[in-house]
């Protein structure tokens, strides 16, 4: 089993930067990558951005691509997700999540892909 908790959420105003961060426990020698997802409210949960657990080879969905940046901390076991120039549209419950399956041939980007997740942090953007 994986463990998955996400901190740092909060109120943030446009233009300002907030950093997520997901403390990873567990089996974490089984995991292949890691990603963060968002659901705003009334929408469907998205990909934001993922790495993969033993390389550093970033990905970013369109709408967060120059914003923000995906790390990862083997020390500490800590995947953070670094948001800037923040936008009223990136207000949602940002989710951890932990994909597995060692035999994708393209970086994972759907929810039915990752097989644990974390419970959520509320970020919120004010105009």
């Known amino acids: 089993q994986v463990q998955l908790v996400e901190s740092g959420g909060g109120l943030v105003q446009a233009g300002g930067s907030l950093t997520l961060s997901c403390a990873v426990s567990?089996?974490?020698?089984?995991?292949?990558?890691m990603a963060w997802f968002r659901q705003a409210p009334g929408k469907e949960r998205e990909f934001g951005a993922g790495?993969?657990?033993?390389?550093?080879?970033?990905y970013y969905a369109d709408s967060v691509k120059g914003r923000f940046t995906i790390s990862k901390d083997h020390i500490k076991n800590t995947v953070d997700l670094h948001m800037n120039s923040l936008k009223p549209e990136d207000t949602a419950v940002y989710y951890c999540?932990?994909?597995?399956?060692?035999?994708?041939?393209?970086?994972?980007?759907?929810?039915?892909?990752?097989?644990?997740w974390g419970q959520g942090t509320q970020v919120n953007v004010s105009s």
């Open positions: 999540a932990a994909d597995i399956d060692p035999k994708k041939m393209v970086f994972p980007t759907r929810v039915y892909e990752y097989d644990y």
């Open positions: 790495i993969g657990w033993n390389d550093d080879t970033p």
């Open positions: 567990g089996r974490t020698f089984i995991i292949i990558n």
